[in-house]
T-cell receptor, first 112, second 117 residues
Framework: AQTVTQSQPEMSVQEAETVTLSCTYD???????LFWYKQPPSRQMILVIR??????QNATENRFSVNFQKAAKSFSLKISDSQLGDTAMYFC?????????FGTGTRLQVFP | NAGVMQNPRHLVRRRGQEARLRCSPV?????VYWYRQLPEEGLKFMVY????????ESGMPKERFSAEFPKEGPSILRIQQVVRGDSAAYFC???????????????FGEGSRLTVL
């Protein structure tokens, strides 16, 4: 079975600091995609960053970057220079064929 | 440039009633997905539809739940004889035919929150 695990229910960080959210997954597939989605209080699901499993280079989107360790099946999200607007639930997700499988989420609070 | 539109945003039903949730995908998108989010949990896949076809309904409860995506009009998620355990946020997402699953990006609506009294 394909599963996604986020072991940190809640995290907090001070504005301008850096925070890392953890995610591990389990699959027997070799080609797949990994994502981090953000869900602010408005509940809209917003794609933050995407990683293709066949690419060794870690994806980066402005202040957001990932540490993708394929052998360890680990996919952490690093948020640099945290902003108040980063406060949200963050979901790690996995897909290899047709449907996204989500983790249970990490609630991130950014403090001023 | 409308995104995925879901309505109603909030729906209250009494036990035993029916709930109908509607989803209009991004214009031009022919793939629709429904996910359910229970309080304090992640999104759980329910069903994947293309126009007039159910592709994968492995996440749908076997009874009381049904979904359709007709040739014309929005996708409908229907829950018959609702029970308190059906209370959740139901999210619809869409993707264009030639993008997903290569990029895996889904465009999500803002969700419909169902409360069963």
């Amino acid at each position: 079975a394909q599963t996604v695990t986020q072991s940190q229910p809640e995290m907090s960080v001070q504005e301008a600091e850096t925070v890392t959210l953890s995610c591990t997954y389990d699959t027997s597939e070799n080609n797949y995609y990994l994502f981090w989605y953000k869900q602010p209080p408005s509940r809209q699901m917003i794609l933050v960053i995407r990683q293709e499993a066949y690419k060794q280079q870690n994806a980066t989107e402005n202040r957001f970057s990932v540490n993708f360790q394929k052998a360890a099946k680990s996919f952490s999200l690093k948020i640099s220079d945290s902003q108040l607007g980063d406060t949200a639930m963050y979901f790690c997700a996995f897909v290899n064929t047709d449907k996204l499988i989500f983790g249970t989420g990490t609630r991130l609070q950014v403090f001023p | 440039n409308a995104g995925v539109m879901q309505n109603p945003r909030h729906l209250v039903r009494r036990r035993g009633q029916e709930a109908r949730l509607r989803c209009s995908p991004v214009k031009g998108h022919s793939h629709v997905y429904w996910y359910r989010q229970l309080p304090e949990e992640g999104l759980k896949f329910m069903v994947y539809l293309q126009k007039e076809n159910i592709i994968d309904e492995s996440g749908m409860p076997k009874e009381r739940f049904s979904a359709e995506f007709p040739k014309e009009g929005p996708s409908i998620l229907r829950i018959q004889q609702v029970v308190r355990g059906d209370s959740a946020a139901y999210f619809c997402a869409s993707s264009p035919r030639d993008t997903y699953p290569n990029t895996g990006e889904l465009f999500f609506g803002e969700g419909s929150r169902l409360t069963v009294l």
